[in-house]
Protein backbone atom coordinates (compact mmCIF):
# COMPACT_ATOMS: atom_id res chain seq x y z
CA UNK A 1 0.00 0.00 0.00
CA UNK A 2 1.54 3.37 -0.56
CA UNK A 3 1.98 5.91 2.10
CA UNK A 4 1.34 9.48 2.26
CA UNK A 5 3.45 11.29 -0.34
CA UNK A 6 4.11 14.79 -0.35
CA UNK A 7 6.08 17.29 -2.84
CA UNK A 8 8.24 19.01 -2.95
CA UNK A 9 10.75 17.71 -0.14
CA UNK A 10 12.75 21.02 0.31
CA UNK A 11 11.52 24.73 -0.81
CA UNK A 12 13.68 28.06 -0.40
CA UNK A 13 11.72 31.16 -1.13
CA UNK A 14 12.45 34.80 0.16
CA UNK A 15 9.98 36.20 2.02
CA UNK A 16 6.77 38.00 0.54
CA UNK A 17 6.85 35.19 -1.88
CA UNK A 18 4.24 32.27 -2.42
CA UNK A 19 4.87 28.74 -2.34
CA UNK A 20 2.61 25.92 -2.69
CA UNK A 21 2.75 22.42 -0.90
CA UNK A 22 1.21 19.31 -2.71
CA UNK A 23 -0.05 16.24 -0.81
CA UNK A 24 -1.77 12.72 -1.72
CA UNK A 25 -3.57 10.77 0.75
CA UNK A 26 -3.66 6.76 1.40
CA UNK A 27 -6.25 5.68 -1.27
CA UNK A 28 -9.83 5.63 0.80
CA UNK A 29 -8.48 7.57 3.37
CA UNK A 30 -11.73 10.52 4.00
CA UNK A 31 -9.63 12.65 6.19
CA UNK A 32 -6.88 14.53 5.78
CA UNK A 33 -4.67 16.43 7.82
CA UNK A 34 -1.71 19.30 7.68
CA UNK A 35 0.26 19.93 10.37
CA UNK A 36 2.96 22.87 10.93
CA UNK A 37 6.29 21.82 12.81
CA UNK A 38 8.74 24.31 13.75
CA UNK A 39 12.49 23.23 14.94
CA UNK A 40 12.13 21.69 17.94
CA UNK A 41 8.25 21.58 18.61
CA UNK A 42 5.34 19.24 18.33
CA UNK A 43 3.39 19.68 15.02
CA UNK A 44 0.69 21.99 15.04
CA UNK A 45 -2.36 21.40 13.07
CA UNK A 46 -3.44 23.84 10.56
CA UNK A 47 -6.58 22.62 8.77
CA UNK A 48 -8.46 19.02 8.75
CA UNK A 49 -10.51 17.82 5.98
CA UNK A 50 -13.01 15.22 6.03
CA UNK A 51 -13.43 14.41 2.54
CA UNK A 52 -13.75 17.79 0.54
CA UNK A 53 -15.08 19.70 3.47
CA UNK A 54 -13.49 21.62 6.32
CA UNK A 55 -13.48 19.99 9.92
CA UNK A 56 -11.07 22.59 11.49
CA UNK A 57 -9.06 25.27 10.30
CA UNK A 58 -9.20 27.24 13.70
CA UNK A 59 -5.21 27.67 13.70
CA UNK A 60 -5.08 28.38 10.07
CA UNK A 61 -3.60 31.77 9.60
CA UNK A 62 -6.03 32.94 6.99
CA UNK A 63 -4.36 36.22 6.01
CA UNK A 64 -1.92 34.43 4.14
CA UNK A 65 -2.37 30.52 4.38
CA UNK A 66 -5.00 28.67 2.60
CA UNK A 67 -5.75 25.08 1.48
CA UNK A 68 -8.41 23.12 -0.88
CA UNK A 69 -9.12 19.68 -1.18
CA UNK A 70 -11.78 20.03 -4.05
CA UNK A 71 -12.06 16.36 -5.14
CA UNK A 72 -11.83 14.94 -2.05
CA UNK A 73 -8.15 13.16 -2.54
CA UNK A 74 -5.38 15.32 -2.86
CA UNK A 75 -4.80 18.80 -1.17
CA UNK A 76 -3.06 21.39 -1.90
CA UNK A 77 -1.19 24.10 1.09
CA UNK A 78 -0.51 27.87 0.04
CA UNK A 79 1.43 30.51 1.58
CA UNK A 80 1.10 34.01 -0.01
CA UNK A 81 2.87 35.90 1.07
CA UNK A 82 5.30 34.18 3.23
CA UNK A 83 7.33 35.48 6.20
CA UNK A 84 10.25 34.51 8.02
CA UNK A 85 8.60 32.75 11.08
CA UNK A 86 7.11 30.15 7.99
CA UNK A 87 9.95 28.79 8.09
CA UNK A 88 9.11 25.20 9.43
CA UNK A 89 8.21 21.78 8.03
CA UNK A 90 4.68 21.26 6.82
CA UNK A 91 3.12 17.66 7.22
CA UNK A 92 0.49 16.00 5.46
CA UNK A 93 -1.41 13.10 7.21
CA UNK A 94 -4.58 10.92 6.50
CA UNK A 95 -6.59 8.36 8.25
CA UNK A 96 -9.75 6.31 7.55
CA UNK A 97 -11.98 8.47 9.14
CA UNK A 98 -12.28 11.77 11.33
CA UNK A 99 -15.26 10.02 13.69
CA UNK A 100 -13.35 6.37 13.98
CA UNK A 101 -10.35 7.07 15.82
CA UNK A 102 -8.23 5.41 13.81
CA UNK A 103 -4.15 6.39 13.81
CA UNK A 104 -2.85 8.78 11.22
CA UNK A 105 -0.33 8.27 8.45
CA UNK A 106 2.10 10.66 8.03
CA UNK A 107 3.84 12.04 4.80
CA UNK A 108 7.66 12.91 5.01
CA UNK A 109 7.31 16.63 4.96
CA UNK A 110 8.24 19.41 3.12
CA UNK A 111 10.89 21.52 4.94
CA UNK A 112 10.57 25.30 4.07
CA UNK A 113 13.02 27.76 4.45
CA UNK A 114 11.99 31.24 4.27
CA UNK A 115 15.06 33.56 3.54
CA UNK B 1 -9.57 22.53 23.85
CA UNK B 2 -7.06 19.80 24.62
CA UNK B 3 -3.51 19.90 25.63
CA UNK B 4 -1.15 17.63 25.89
CA UNK B 5 2.54 18.03 28.10
CA UNK B 6 5.12 16.30 27.81
CA UNK B 7 7.67 17.59 30.47
CA UNK B 8 10.92 15.94 29.44
CA UNK B 9 13.02 17.93 26.35
CA UNK B 10 15.66 15.62 26.39
CA UNK B 11 16.58 12.19 27.65
CA UNK B 12 19.03 9.51 27.13
CA UNK B 13 19.44 5.59 27.85
CA UNK B 14 21.76 3.10 27.77
CA UNK B 15 21.42 0.08 24.71
CA UNK B 16 19.71 -2.88 26.50
CA UNK B 17 18.49 -0.76 29.20
CA UNK B 18 14.77 0.76 30.23
CA UNK B 19 13.49 4.03 29.70
CA UNK B 20 9.75 5.90 30.28
CA UNK B 21 8.64 8.86 28.71
CA UNK B 22 6.29 11.30 30.28
CA UNK B 23 3.62 12.62 29.44
CA UNK B 24 0.02 13.91 30.37
CA UNK B 25 -2.84 15.17 28.87
CA UNK B 26 -5.84 17.81 29.62
CA UNK B 27 -9.58 16.90 28.49
CA UNK B 28 -12.85 16.90 29.84
CA UNK B 29 -13.79 14.15 27.39
CA UNK B 30 -14.50 10.31 28.75
CA UNK B 31 -13.77 8.57 25.88
CA UNK B 32 -10.84 9.56 23.45
CA UNK B 33 -7.41 7.93 22.40
CA UNK B 34 -3.87 8.41 23.02
CA UNK B 35 -0.93 7.90 20.91
CA UNK B 36 2.81 8.11 20.62
CA UNK B 37 4.36 9.05 17.48
CA UNK B 38 8.18 8.45 16.77
CA UNK B 39 9.87 10.91 14.35
CA UNK B 40 13.51 9.90 13.67
CA UNK B 41 16.02 12.23 11.75
CA UNK B 42 14.35 11.32 8.52
CA UNK B 43 11.12 13.36 9.76
CA UNK B 44 8.34 10.70 9.10
CA UNK B 45 5.90 10.24 11.70
CA UNK B 46 5.49 6.61 12.79
CA UNK B 47 2.81 5.52 15.25
CA UNK B 48 4.47 3.79 18.06
CA UNK B 49 1.37 2.27 19.98
CA UNK B 50 -2.39 3.79 20.79
CA UNK B 51 -4.48 3.86 24.01
CA UNK B 52 -7.74 3.68 24.15
CA UNK B 53 -9.09 5.54 27.10
CA UNK B 54 -12.10 2.76 27.99
CA UNK B 55 -9.93 -0.15 28.28
CA UNK B 56 -7.92 -0.42 31.57
CA UNK B 57 -5.52 -2.43 29.87
CA UNK B 58 -2.45 -0.78 28.83
CA UNK B 59 -1.35 -1.31 25.58
CA UNK B 60 1.81 -3.64 24.45
CA UNK B 61 3.58 -3.25 21.48
CA UNK B 62 7.18 -5.49 21.31
CA UNK B 63 9.40 -3.61 23.58
CA UNK B 64 6.76 -0.50 24.16
CA UNK B 65 4.76 -0.54 27.08
CA UNK B 66 2.26 2.31 28.38
CA UNK B 67 0.97 3.07 32.00
CA UNK B 68 -2.14 4.78 31.02
CA UNK B 69 -3.51 6.30 34.34
CA UNK B 70 -7.15 7.83 33.56
CA UNK B 71 -7.91 9.45 36.44
CA UNK B 72 -4.47 11.76 37.15
CA UNK B 73 -4.44 11.83 32.98
CA UNK B 74 -1.36 10.44 32.43
CA UNK B 75 -0.05 8.29 29.48
CA UNK B 76 3.56 6.89 29.81
CA UNK B 77 5.76 5.12 27.29
CA UNK B 78 8.23 2.50 28.48
CA UNK B 79 10.93 1.35 26.09
CA UNK B 80 12.71 -2.08 27.08
CA UNK B 81 15.82 -3.35 25.90
CA UNK B 82 16.35 0.47 24.59
CA UNK B 83 18.18 -0.17 20.71
CA UNK B 84 20.12 2.49 18.74
CA UNK B 85 17.34 2.94 16.60
CA UNK B 86 15.03 3.69 19.17
CA UNK B 87 17.20 7.60 18.67
CA UNK B 88 14.37 9.79 18.00
CA UNK B 89 11.54 12.37 19.10
CA UNK B 90 8.64 11.21 20.66
CA UNK B 91 5.67 12.45 20.63
CA UNK B 92 2.62 11.82 22.25
CA UNK B 93 -0.65 12.59 20.71
CA UNK B 94 -4.45 12.86 21.43
CA UNK B 95 -7.74 12.86 19.77
CA UNK B 96 -11.17 12.06 20.45
CA UNK B 97 -13.76 11.01 17.31
CA UNK B 98 -14.60 14.18 15.41
CA UNK B 99 -11.63 16.13 17.15
CA UNK B 100 -8.17 17.40 16.09
CA UNK B 101 -5.11 14.95 16.74
CA UNK B 102 -3.51 17.31 19.09
CA UNK B 103 0.30 16.83 19.94
CA UNK B 104 2.92 17.39 22.92
CA UNK B 105 6.30 19.18 22.66
CA UNK B 106 8.06 15.91 21.76
CA UNK B 107 10.54 14.41 23.75
CA UNK B 108 14.40 13.50 22.39
CA UNK B 109 15.60 10.33 22.96
CA UNK B 110 19.50 9.31 22.57
CA UNK B 111 20.45 5.79 23.04
CA UNK B 112 23.45 5.75 23.58
CA UNK B 113 25.92 2.30 22.94
Known amino acids: EAGVAQSPRYKIIEKRQSVAFWCNPI?????LYWYQQILGQGPKLLIQ????????DSQLPKDRFSAERLKGVDSTLKIQPAKLEDSAVYLC?????????????FGQGTRLTVV | AQTVTQSQPEMSVQEAETVTLSCTYD???????LFWYKQPPSRQMILVIR??????QNATENRFSVNFQKAAKSFSLKISDSQLGDTAMYFC??????????FGGGTRLMVKP
Open chain 1, 49 to 56: FQNNGVVD
Open chain 1, 27 to 31: SGHAT
Open chain 2, 93 to 102: AYNNAGNMLT
Open chain 2, 51 to 56: QEAYKQ
Open chain 1, 93 to 105: ASSIDTYRNTEAF
Open chain 2, 27 to 33: TSESNYY
